[in-house]
Structures are given as structure tokens and as C-alpha cells.
């Protein structure tokens, strides 16, 4: 059943936010980088609002413009008001209904998946859940732009580090990363013996990780590098295990990466915490044990079914 929505109307209203957010940023005369911020954020939106109109050559100047504002140290957060204790007798006196409207994203999601397909159900969940949370607290419809504009330069560029990381691994599969990984790897490792092969593939999915920040990076790299040529090829394991634990494993090295801005800068962001690695610190024991659990049920199957 088509509804005539599509992933693009979407994109549509993230750069109308983006665009949002970079006005106000740019008629804040107080903010510590006023220019630098407020372009930061348009290219942004430009890119995702219209970049399927955009010529490829000018959206890869604009993620490279975007990129030395970054660098130049262009982009930063002002400094705002602490939140006092009117905030937290606020949510005091909402108390559950809060819940309401952050529940109502997933329930959304998964019924108009039915109908709609996943992805855009899941954009019709959040536009959902933002009309309920506006009745709820009975704030403006400004609201959305000025609390969600403040949590993006809280967050700042690292917002965009998991899509760009994802991308790079991309690049690498195609030139040919995977095959010099493969060579690095036979001449330095016994990858003869079969657990050997899954120790390097499992470690090497979560290193990668940690170093690229994304698993779906990683995997490509990997995959070709290691886990085709040594466990596949070599020894006849069972692809479908053997990629399925493999993900698992860069999981871990999510676990345990700044990298992976999405999961361990925002909840530090979120949560406000004085320690920008206090989640990972909190991740790491249970990254390690998961890791040692992948190897040893990829070991145990992967070359028996």
C-alpha cells in the first residue's frame, strides 16, 4: 500500500529544522561563533534537505566546507543558562505523561510499518510523539527549534561523525583495503589453524570499529580482508555465522569508542555527566565479555553447520 510518503519528505523537514536552527544561530549576536555555527548548520541541512538535487561534485565541496569549519574551530556551543530547579518541578509535576509521548515513536513505528514500510513509519512516529509531547507540556511549536537546536550544539559536529564514518568504509571496500588486510594478516598470523582465523577476524572487526567508529564500516573491510579468504575459503565456515558474530564483535568495539558519537557522546551530553568517557568506562567490562562470548560460539559453530 503506498500513502505517497517517501524517505525524501523526511530529509525535507530535517534541513527546514537544520535551516531553523542555523537562523537562530545567526541572530544570536552573543553566541561565541555565531558565523562559523550558523553555516555549519545550513550547509548541513542543505546537504540532507536537497541533496538528491544537488550535483555530486558541489554536496562533496559542501561536506569538505563543512569540514574545515570544523577544523578552524569555527563551529562551538555558546554557553547556556544552567537549568535550575524550576526544570526538575516541572517533570515533577508531569511525572508519567512525559513517558507518553516517547512511547508512542516505536508503537507508531512498528504498526505503520505494516502499512507504510519501516523506515517512514519510523518518521511518522517522531512527528507523532513531537504533536504529543508539545500537548503534553503545552509548549509553542518554537519549542522544538530552540531545546532541539541547543542539544545540536551541545552535540556539536560529532553528530555527523557515524554517516561520515560509514561512508569512509564504504570508500575503503572499494579501493581495495580488504585484499592488503588479507595479505598483512597471512604473512603475520598462523591463520592455518582455524581458531586463529576467528580470534584475528572477531579482533579485527572490533578494532576497526573502535578506529572507524562504525561497525557497518568495519564489516566490509573485515569480511574481505579476513573472514572470506581464512575462514570461509580456507576452512569452510558457514558465512552466514560467521558474519552474523562478526557484527556482533564490532559491536563491542562500539562499546568502547568516542568514535561512536551516537552512542557514547550523547548519553554524556544527555545526561550532562562531568566525565566525556563515563559511559564507556561503564561499557567497557560487559564490551570485553560479549567479545569472548563471540569468539568462542563462532569457534564452536561456525565450522560445524
Known amino acids: 500500500m503506498s500513502s505517497g510518503l517517501s524517505l525524501e519528505h523526511f530529509f525535507w523537514l530535517i534541513g527546514v529544522f537544520l535551516a531553523a536552527v542555523a537562523v537562530r ?48 574551530k569555527q563551529v562551538a556551543a555558546p554557553d547556556f543558562p544552567a537549568r535550575g530547579a524550576g526544570r526538575e518541578i516541572r517533570a515533577a509535576q508531569l511525572g508519567n505523561r512525559l513517558l507518553g509521548p516517547i512511547l508512542l515513536v516505536p508503537v507508531t513505528a512498528i504498526a505503520g510499518s505494516f502499512v507504510v514500510g519501516s523506515q517512514v513509519a519510523l518518521g511518522l512516529g517522531c512527528l507523532a510523539g513531537l504533536a504529543a509531547a508539545l500537548w503534553v507540556t503545552k509548549d509553542t511549536p518554537v519549542a522544538p527549534v530552540t531545546e532541539g537546536g541547543r542539544l545540536l550544539e551541545l552535540l556539536g559536529w560529532a553528530l555527523i561523525l557515524p554517516q561520515a564514518l560509514a561512508g569512509l568504509g564504504g570508500i575503503f571496500a572499494q579501493a581495495g583495503v580488504g585484499e592488503e588486510v588479507a595479505k598483512i594478516v597471512a604473512a603475520s598470523l598462523p591463520v592455518q589453524f582455524p581458531l586463529v582465523a576467528v580470534v584475528a577476524y572477531c579482533a579485527g572487526m572490533a578494532l576497526f570499529t573502535i578506529l572507524m567508529g562504525n561497525a557497518f564500516a568495519a564489516f566490509p573491510i573485515m569480511t574481505l580482508g579476513i573472514g572470506l579468504p581464512f ?10 555465522i560467521m558474519a552474523t558474530l562478526g557484527m556482533l564483535s564490532g559491536y563491542c568495539g562500539t562499546l568502547l569508542t568516542p568514535m561512536a558519537a551516537n552512542f557514547n557522546l550523547v548519553p554524556v551530553r544527555l545526561l550532562e555527566l562531568k566525565d566525556d568517557f563515563a559511559v564507556i568506562k561503564a561499557q567497557a567490562p560487559f564490551a570485553a565479555a560479549i567479545w569472548i562470548f563471540n569468539v568462542v560460539v563462532m569457534y564452536a559453530c561456525v565450522y560445524r553447520f
Open 231 to 240: 575462514i570461509v575459503t580456507a576452512h569452510g565456515g558457514n558465512p552466514a
Open 25 to 72: 544561530i545567526g541572530l544570536n549576536p552573543a553566541h561565541p561563533r555565531r558565523w562559523g555555527s550558523a553555516a555549519f548548520w545550513l550547509l548541513l541541512a542543505s546537504t540532507i534537505g536537497a541533496g538528491k538535487i544537488l550535483p555530486h561534485e558541489l554536496a562533496g565541496w559542501m561536506a569538505l566546507a563543512m569540514g574545515a569549519l570544523v577544523a578552524t
